[in-house]
């Protein structure tokens, strides 16, 4: 497969993994060309955007058809990175470690538990600054939190974004312009990819502020590339923790309603997202990539 051109292996093989983690300079082994993640970029555009313009249309009246708010848009990253890498005959590098679930505890620990106890630290500082006690609700239907967070996970946006963002772009951008290069592009990828959402109803950003959606991003962004590379690119658990954090944010204000209104939650939740980023970006500026894994 390999031996039609040299440029084609250096596609399908961006950088290994283990040279990620153990080669103190990798990106001095570039890729030849971003044609690829912008081909998918524009494609994940097309596919997303595709289904939900229309969708806002009906939601306006701008057209006459009814189209009901459907989650297949969500997949748009995913079908893509699949897209592409079929014509870079590289579909198999690219969903093998979506099969990495062997991992060690303490990465599950942090892909589950560090994104609830962020919000649930930043949903009780919003109780705090209201003075408000805590006024539970739902509470009889908590059995049904397995079941979501699974929902979430398939149809949610985990699965159908995060093999086109951490799984293709990610690696691929790695090599060229290092951790927080591809951070910054991904974050603005990411973002431009949502865009539709702030007019769509019944999306998750339907009427919240894009300046601050904008700042989690690049946030995000940073701190998913350092837990890819902490995990050595483990595409699962980047999906767990996108799943984490979604699942967090859909489940507090169904048990805490008072979320729900007004609310610090999510400047808290950011501002920490924030902190956490910077010493990340600071912790990549002063010391080289091999030594961030632990």
């Known amino acids: 497969m390999c031996d039609d051109a040299a440029i084609t292996c250096n596609l399908l093989l961006p950088l290994p993994y283990h040279r990620a983690m153990t080669t103190p ?12 993640v912008v081909a998918f970029m524009f494609l994940a555009l097309a596919l997303s955007w595709g289904l939900w313009i229309p969708t806002i249309a009906s939601q306006h009246g701008w057209i006459e058809a009814r189209i009901p708010v459907m989650p297949w848009g969500s997949f748009g990253p995913s079908i893509a990175a699949i897209l592409v890498a079929a014509r870079l005959r590289g579909v198999g590098a690219l969903l093998r470690p979506i099969h990495r679930f062997r991992a060690r505890m303490v990465d599950y620990a942090i892909a589950i538990l560090a994104p609830m106890l962020v919000l649930v630290l930043a949903a009780a500082a919003d109780l705090v600054a209201k003075g408000d006690a805590p006024a539970f609700a739902n509470l009889d239907k908590l059995w049904m939190a397995p079941l979501l967070w699974i929902v979430i996970l398939i149809v949610g946006g985990p699965l159908g974004e995060e093999m086109g963002w951490r799984g293709f772009a990610l690696p691929r951008l790695l090599s060229r312009v290092g951790p927080l290069g591809s ?13 539709p959402l702030f007019w769509l109803e ?33 595409l699962w658990l980047a999906i767990v923790i996108h799943t984490s954090i979604n699942f967090t944010s859909v489940g507090l204000p169904a048990i805490l309603p008072s979320l729900e209104k007004e609310t610090l939650m999510t400047p808290v939740f950011t501002s920490i997202l924030c902190v956490c980023a910077l010493v990340i970006a600071l912790r990549w500026h002063l010391r080289p990539i091999g030594a961030t894994k632990h």
């Open 183 to 195: 951070s910054l592009v991904i974050a603005l990828m990411w973002l431009v990819w949502h865009l």
């Open 202 to 234: 019944g999306a998750a950003q339907k009427g919240s502020s894009i300046a601050l959606f904008a700042i989690a991003v690049v946030a995000f962004a940073i701190v998913f590339t350092w837990f890819w590379i902490r995990t050595e690119g483990n």
């Open 25 to 36: 300079n990798p990106v001095s082994h570039p890729e030849p060309t971003l044609v690829p």
